[in-house]
């Protein structure tokens, strides 16, 4: 029967058969891939309690009964149980087992239509694992959950003693220091601890700074295409927003002042242009500053990716080269460490340290110590360099894999405009939605970022942006292969 059936059919119905109160618990491990097992065993059973397949209460196997029949050690499935406890996804219960913890009734059936998804094209789901394409999340196969599971411990116990008032709104005066002596290392930005606020993210940044410049209501340059969601931002805040184009060599400054000469604010991604991942030419960046000093403007430099150059050496930040106090500099951690940490931090000129400590204290002050005094251990313990290293090599090697295979199966559909930080930029023909391509590639776990949204232009540029964090090797000609075949579908000149 083994032969004919296979062994591991046979421990799939043996299991089912032992434990017929879980019929719907599947776990695939695959051991080509660079994801531990353990964190493999905790996607899938944490999937499965989200989808509600598996309902609060019920019996999850024991350590030993799960090792078996994945053929892991029983510190493999220990680790990843754990997890889901300390996660509160289980509880264990001593000799009575490990069981599903009680679950909001909406959290495993979600109304999508009810709840709304801000920028549906750009976020397809929220808390689930990365999938393939996928833009904006670091590799998860590669990120050190030990060292950061230790680190955080750590820090939280730290923070558990630490005196019982209030913190400073700022942000911890240690992870400022750290990351002051980062930028002057890794941006070539010298600046005081005094200058650096600590925010929820970039957007807690963009907040503060648009509260603390007081520049609602008025005109703002913004890159086109651009952020979708820096776009929303301006307007939320009562500002109109003009649509500057970029070239070769990033923002064209002059096309910003025939457009809109009396803008009080830039935004700009000089670093790595956001999305097509050109740098900005140092004659633009000192043609926007002297327009900036000129008109008595402010810019904000997005530091979108430049820690994370993929080929040389990354390009000063425009704050360093600004002499007249008139650059915002903001970085944040969600593309090196995670964007579930929400920490970002903001570089402002000496002369506002005041004004952005009382917008700090009284409207957005820093977020969770335990999660700043971790970053600050990750920054001084030099894992951070460390790891962002780790981080270049593979997604230089997993860019060079991808681009390979869209070569291979390249048609007059998908064409490969450039490659772009950590994505690469295909285009499309103009009669092709690349909204509705991008929502029917996430039905094959596929989930490429239409181009269209970030454009302000009409017509739009169309395309498909192709993160390159999250990809599988073994699959991934055929996930290229399925993206153009649907590409192919959705075009009428076919």
Not at 144 to 161: E, I, N, Q, V
Not at 404 to 417: I, K
Not at 460 to 472: A, I, S, Y
Request: net charge positive; aromatic share 6%.
């Amino acid at each position: 029967m083994l032969r004919a059936w296979g062994i591991e059919q046979y421990q799939d119905w043996h299991f089912r058969l032992y434990h017929p109160a879980m019929p719907d618990l599947r776990i695939e491990l695959d051991r080509g891939r660079a994801m531990p097992l353990a964190t493999q065993i905790y996607g899938a059973i944490r999937d499965a309690i989200e989808s509600g397949r598996l309902a609060s209460g019920a019996k999850l196997p024991s350590w030993q009964d799960l090792a078996s029949q994945l053929g892991v050690s029983r510190g493999t499935v220990r680790s990843a149980y754990e997890r889901l406890m300390d996660e509160q996804f289980a509880i264990g219960m001593g000799a009575a087992g490990t069981r599903v913890a009680e679950r909001p009734a909406s959290s495993s059936t979600p109304d999508r239509s009810a709840e709304g998804t801000p920028v549906p094209e750009l976020f397809h789901d929220f808390g689930t694992m990365p999938l393939t394409f996928q833009m904006g999340v670091p590799s998860q196969a590669a990120f050190p959950f030990k060292l950061w599971s230790r680190m955080l411990t750590r820090a939280s116990r730290a923070a558990a003693a630490a005196p019982v008032s209030y913190p400073d709104p700022r942000g911890e005066p240690e992870l400022r220091k750290e990351i002051a002596g980062y930028l002057a290392i890794a941006r070539g930005l010298h600046c005081k601890p005094s200058q650096i606020l600590i925010t929820s993210g970039f957007s807690g940044a963009l907040g503060v700074v648009l509260r603390t410049l007081q520049l609602e209501g008025k005109e703002a340059w913004m890159e086109d295409p651009g952020f979708p969601l820096t776009r929303t931002a301006l307007r939320f805040a009562g500002m109109s927003v003009t649509g500057v184009p970029v070239d070769a060599e990033g923002l064209d400054v002059n096309a910003g002042i025939q457009r809109a000469p009396g803008a009080a604010l830039a935004i700009t991604t000089p670093g790595q242009h956001a999305p097509l991942g050109m740098t900005m030419s140092l004659a633009r960046r000192l043609a926007l500053l002297e327009w900036a000093g000129r008109n008595d403007a402010w810019i904000i430099e997005d530091d979108y990716l430049s820690e994370l150059q993929l080929q040389g050496r990354a390009a000063p930040a425009l704050a360093s080269l600004d002499h007249q106090g008139r650059v915002l500099h903001i970085g944040s951690f969600s593309k090196t460490i995670s964007p579930a940490l929400r920490l970002g931090f903001v570089v402002f000129p000496s002369p506002l340290a005041s004004k952005f400590a009382d917008v700090a204290a009284s409207l957005a002050p820093a977020p969770s110590a335990t999660v700043q005094r971790a970053v600050t251990a990750f920054l001084r313990e030099g894992h951070y360099l460390r790891h962002l290293r780790r981080m270049k090599r593979l997604y230089h090697a997993q860019r060079e894999s991808l681009l390979r295979c869209l070569r291979d199966v390249a048609s007059d559909t998908v064409t490969v405009q450039a490659s772009a930080g950590l994505a690469i930029v295909t285009s499309l023909p103009r009669a092709v939605s690349d909204v509705d391509v991008a929502l029917r590639a996430l039905l094959f776990g596929l989930a490429p970022t239409p181009l269209s949204p970030w454009s302000i232009q009409s017509p739009p540029l169309r395309g498909l942006l192709l993160g390159v964090t999250n990809l599988d090797e073994r699959r991934l000609a055929a996930d290229c292969r399925r993206l153009v075949e649907l590409a192919e579908q959705a075009d009428p000149g076919r």
